[in-house]
């Protein structure tokens, strides 16, 4: 994975560069090309077989990449087709599709990494630069199930893009051989914080109320783990079913409206209420172990910031750390402080302001320098596509491996994963699962 990766930065690095110049060609479109420019330019048994097919179409280029080819049938009314995608593309002429002549075909090509899974909507008529996503739909012709839908309309959707190589997120299949665990609603009362907040715990099939305690899973963002993106239960059956980690509970901690990145991000008051309080009323009203290492914390994006973070300030309760694509690159010199509103970028970063390449980001890694190493495992994962394209001060993935290595160096164990995908969720549950095996996995 580590090699794969320079070779990976560098084929991104020639997308955003060099797209213009149209540097891939797909075979089929070139195929279809002289086809057109010989006079035959029906494209109906075209259309007709990419219909069949679905899209995006997918075509081998080299060992490291396919080639993957965006397309769009045109109205009589289509002036500009433009791809919004998770996997590092950037905004401006290299996300337009081109017109293949003057038939019905808009097609954009891509190299992507093989085995790449990500989100993308096709944005027909924007109207002017600046004016992004007004169109933005899910693709009529990708025939797998919608994604991230806000509404009924194709307008509230994206498409998911999946390549023949993308690995496998077996553990959130619902198997009716698994025991089912149970989903339990409660309501905790902050001193700290002076705030009421909900939680969602599942209780394993496995769990007795006497006996040996069962480890516990704490995790932020706690509303999202029951949707069908996520199947957070079937993915804790499936795993304590197969004996891949013990008996667990776990606690899913929910937001506060307005307030997720203001909580998530080094928030020692936060931090607090999660060592002093969250914990300990999870103790006295469940059956769980009272040992670090027998307990883990975990979120994605600010929630793996925030995992981070409580690992570090409070190693004396949680021994593990499953961060996925934890938002390193904060620092507070980039807007001086937490936004406390609902604050998130287009590509679901926390929202700040005066960040560029003069501030110095992963704050996270400056407290792993000043903290005398503890005991504490780290399970961190990024995204190839969490690249810094921007130039504004590090992206998510730099930071993991910043991160990392400054905890190696520290001595703390840490595992390391790179799933290709971007910032999107979609690769997501199974680093979150792979993160619970590899922690958790050994206690029993």
């Known amino acids: ?67 993957v080819t965006f397309l769009w049938r045109a109205e009589p009314d289509t002036k500009n087709v433009y791809v919004v995608a998770s996997m590092g593309v950037p905004n401006g002429p290299n996300d337009a599709l081109q017109r293949l002549g003057t038939t019905d075909i808009w097609y954009l090509t891509l190299p992507l990494p093989k085995g790449a899974r990500f989100s ?32 009924p309309s194709k307008f509230d959707c994206r498409s998911i893009g999946e390549l023949p190589e993308a690995p496998p997120q077996p553990w959130a299949a619902k198997r ?27 209780v394993p099939a496995r769990y007795a109320r006497t006996g040996k305690p ?35 509970v776990v606690v899913m901690v929910h937001n506060l409206p307005s307030r997720r990145v203001f909580d998530l991000v080094a928030n020692p008051t936060f931090g607090d209420f999660m060592a002093k309080e969250l914990v300990p009323w999870v103790r006295r009203h469940y059956n769980v172990s009272k040992e670090p290492g027998r307990a883990a914390v975990g979120g994605a994006s600010a929630g793996g910031f925030g995992a981070a973070y409580l690992g570090l300030a409070h190693p004396e309760v949680f021994g593990n750390v499953v961060s996925v694509s934890g938002a390193f690159w904060w620092s507070p010199e980039h807007n ?29 890694a400056q407290l792993a320098l000043k903290r005398p190493a503890a005991p504490v495992r780290f399970y961190l994962a990024a995204g190839t596509f969490e690249f810094d394209r921007d130039g504004t ?49 050994g206690a029993r």
């Not at 604050?343 to 390449?357: E, H, I, L, Q, W």
């Open 1 to 67: 994975m580590h090699i794969r990766f320079s070779v990976v930065v560098l084929g991104l690095s020639c997308i955003a560069g060099a797209l213009g110049a149209q540097t891939v060609s797909s075979p089929r479109i070139e195929a279809l090309r002289r086809q057109v420019d010989s006079g035959r330019t029906n494209t109906a048994d075209f259309w007709s077989a990419v219909a069949k097919e679905g899209t995006p179409l997918v075509e081998p280029f080299d060992a490291n990449y396919d080639l």
């Open 120 to 151: 993308y909507g096709l944005e027909p008529n924007r109207p002017s630069p600046g004016q992004e996503r007004t169109t933005r739909q899910a693709d009529p012709l990708n025939r797998g199930v919608m994604y991230d839908c806000d509404g």
């Open 176 to 202: 009716a051989s698994d025991p089912a665990g149970r989903i339990e609603k409660q309501k905790i009362h902050s001193a700290l914080q002076n705030v009421d907040r909900d939680l969602t715990v599942y």
């Open 214 to 248: 069962a480890s516990l899973f704490v995790l932020f963002d706690g509303d999202q783990y029951l949707d069908s993106t996520w199947r957070g239960p079937e993915t804790w059956d499936h795993l304590i079913s197969a004996g891949k980690i013990p008996p667990t």
């Open 336 to 364: 001086g402080g937490i936004c406390a509103g609902a604050c998130k970028d287009s590509a679901g970063r926390p929202a700040v302001t005066n960040r560029d390449a003069t501030t110095e980001p992963n704050w996270i």
């Open 393 to 441: 001060a590090g992206g998510i993935l730099e930071e993991t491996r910043h991160l990392r290595d400054i905890l190696r160096a520290k001595n703390y164990h840490v595992i390391y994963q790179q799933f290709v995908s971007g910032h999107d969720g979609l690769s997501w549950p199974g680093a979150m699962a792979n993160g619970l095996q590899s922690l958790l996995g």
